[in-house]
């Protein structure tokens, strides 16, 4: 289990990526992004096998709220994250969804010209 003064450490390190994550999402560097979501989810993976309530009752008032204020400021910045990357996950499902309709519609003609190829040789 993670002293309370380890997980601080953690949560600083995920708070400094999650500013980076901030700064390559306005700058839409996406893979820059996805890395940094790599390394913030294996930190994330850390606190999660590694604390427990234990740490928290042993703390003190300042290590409880300086832990507290972290996880706020990196909500805060996994907002800041989604405002600039939403928009762009919906351009990519719309084109996705076009793409979709595109190959339907390409199958379609297909079977209808397979169709009428077979029907043709049959006569009809």
């Not at 427990?52 to 706020?72: F, M, N, P, S, V």
Request: net charge negative; hydrophobic share 40%.
């Amino acid at each position: 289990m993670l002293s309370m003064a380890a997980q601080l450490e953690l949560y600083e390190e995920i708070r400094s990526l999650s500013t980076d994550m901030v700064g390559a999402a306005r700058s839409s560097d996406w893979e820059r992004l996805i890395e940094l979501e790599g390394r913030v989810c294996a930190l994330r993976e850390e606190l999660a096998v590694n604390s427990g309530q234990e740490a928290d009752a042993a703390a003190g008032t300042h290590e409880l709220d300086r832990k507290y204020r972290l996880i706020q400021l990196i909500l805060d910045d996994d907002a800041e994250v989604r405002r600039h990357t939403e928009p762009w996950m919906e351009q990519v499902r719309q084109f996705l969804g076009s793409q979709g309709r595109r190959r339907q519609v390409q199958q379609a003609y297909a079977a209808t010209d397979a169709y009428q190829g077979a029907a043709g040789g049959l006569g009809i």
